[in-house]
């Protein structure tokens, strides 16, 4: 998932992208509602995780704003607010969950699962087959003849982004955008490395290039 933080303490800041972006997900961290605005005019987010108080307002101002055009992204709170009226505020005004500071990142990134969870399209099968490749969301991983391949974090996102849609093609952009958060530079050739590293492990003609316009999986093969 492209996950956005919005979080004014830093070490918590650091310690949590460092925490979610080990479970292959791509992180951007901001400190103000002013930049998280920024981003999210830029970005299509799946999930964010939202403090309360930071320097220039409220994190529920976003959090209305945000709900008032879309119900596609979903929220988890972090905040040190812990009393039973500031939770039922937070989730009558949109909030997927809430968690209260301090927590266990454990705890956080297991939270984070279960509410991605309920927002996963009842089309998007929690298994996907092309030829002899079985794609597994809800385990995170990929097989071959019924054999689990070792992936690397960065090359499950890419299978996982693929494998939603099996057919569609995604631009090389959109698979940088999955791969990398916005403070990261890309080099030139990495989406192509990492498609050649993939292919070796499932097989040429899984993935297909589509030339000028990006890579899709190929659904002439797949369920």
């Known amino acids: 998932m492209r996950i956005l933080i919005v979080e004014d303490e830093y070490d918590l800041g650091v310690a949590v992208q460092e925490r979610v972006g080990l479970d292959g997900h791509a992180v951007d961290w901001f400190t103000t509602l002013e930049d998280a605005r920024a981003a999210m005019a830029t970005v299509d987010y799946d999930f964010m995780l939202l403090d309360l108080g930071l320097p220039d307002g409220s994190g529920r101002d976003l959090l209305r704003e945000v709900r008032r055009t879309s119900s596609d992204i979903a929220i988890l709170i972090t905040t040190a607010e812990d009393q039973i ?29 279960a509410v991605a969870r309920r927002y996963a399209s009842p089309r998007r099968h ?69 498609i050649s590293r993939l292919r070796r492990k499932v097989g040429n003609t899984v993935i297909r290039t589509i030339r000028g316009r990006g890579y899709c999986l190929d659904a002439r093969d797949g369920a």
């Open 85 to 113: 009226s500031d939770r039922i505020a937070g989730l009558s005004e949109g909030a997927d969950d809430y968690i209260v500071k301090p927590y266990d990142l454990n705890e956080l990134v297991a939270r984070i699962a």
């Open 126 to 194: 929690a298994h996907c087959r092309v030829g002899e490749i079985t794609i597994d969301r809800e385990n995170r991983s990929v097989s071959r003849d019924g054999e689990r391949l070792d992936l690397t974090a960065r090359e499950w996102s890419i299978m996982e982004l693929l494998s939603r849609s099996p057919g569609r093609i995604y631009s090389r952009q959109q698979i940088d955008t999955a791969l990398y958060a916005l403070d990261r530079d890309v080099d030139s050739n990495t989406v192509e490395v990492f």
